[in-house]
């Protein structure tokens, strides 16, 4: 099946620092990634969807300023969190899709960041 | 917008039994309906998805789904529990076609699943 890596499974670092997390398609050309943001024991929140290319389209309440996401190309998201601060501590996990109407999503294996 | 709920945070089971989490979803139009397991620290993992056709659909590791269209449900099953089915189990509804191509899912708030020996 598709697999789809993340880079780095887990990051410390300390508040007012930025962190970079690479989300890459290893076997398949994804069209679109997505990032999601998932406190302890709930769902997923999306966060930003983002096309190769384009520019990522943000949901509602999650400041595009703090989450940058650059979509390079067809098998490379990166999600850099700016001036990290302690409550953006959580496990961020991306998804990537090919452009099937039908397709389901692969996703990554998260990368839990803890800021101090 | 496309919505699913899982009415159960926690289901217990003893290994060999059947299991089933729960999923009902509220769409407008023809639903489009995943399931996906998630193991601690760890992304999703697909399991099986109802686009159309039989109401009963097989996944991976032995899982299936049964699509009811008048109860608005879908369901996950499995004939005999594992302790390593042991996880958090989302029910996902695709909201919209993105422009670019794919799905843009909503998941339900998941429903984590103990099997005991």
């Known amino acids: 099946g598709a697999v789809v890596s993340q880079h780095p499974s887990w990051v410390i670092c300390k508040s007012g620092t930025s962190v970079k997390i690479e989300c890459r398609s290893l076997?398949?050309?994804?069209?679109?990634m997505f990032w999601y943001r998932q406190f302890p024991k709930q769902s997923l929140m999306l966060m930003a969807t983002?096309?190769?290319?384009?520019?990522?389209?943000?949901e509602q309440g999650v400041e595009k300023d703090k989450f940058l996401i650059n979509h390079a190309s067809l098998t490379l998201s990166t999600l850099t969190v700016t001036s990290a601060h302690p409550e953006d501590s959580s496990f961020y996990i991306c998804?990537?899709?090919?452009?099937?109407?039908?397709?389901?999503?692969?996703f990554g294996p998260g990368t839990r960041l803890t800021v101090l | 917008a496309q919505s699913v709920a899982q009415p159960e945070d926690q289901v217990n089971v003893a290994e060999g039994n059947p299991l089933t989490v729960k999923c009902t979803y509220s769409?407008?139009?023809?639903?489009?309906l995943f399931w996906y397991v998630q193991y601690p620290n760890r992304g999703l993992q697909f399991l099986l998805k109802?686009?159309?056709?039989?109401?009963l659909v097989k996944g991976s590791y032995g899982f299936e789904a049964e699509f009811n269209k008048s109860q608005t449900s879908f369901h996950l099953k499995k004939p005999s529990a594992l302790v390593s089915d042991s996880a958090l189990y989302f029910c996902?509804?695709?909201?919209?076609?993105?422009?670019?191509?794919?799905?843009?899912?909503?998941f339900g708030t998941g429903t984590q699943l103990k099997v005991e020996l």
């Open positions: 998804s990537a899709t090919t452009s099937g109407r039908w397709n389901e999503q692969f």
């Open positions: 076997d398949f050309q994804a069209t679109t």
């Open positions: 983002s096309n190769e290319g384009s520019k990522a389209t943000y």
């Open positions: 769409v407008s139009g023809n639903p489009y």
């Open positions: 109802y686009i159309t056709g039989d109401n």
């Open positions: 996902a509804v695709r909201d919209f076609i993105l422009t670019g191509g794919g799905n843009k899912l909503t």
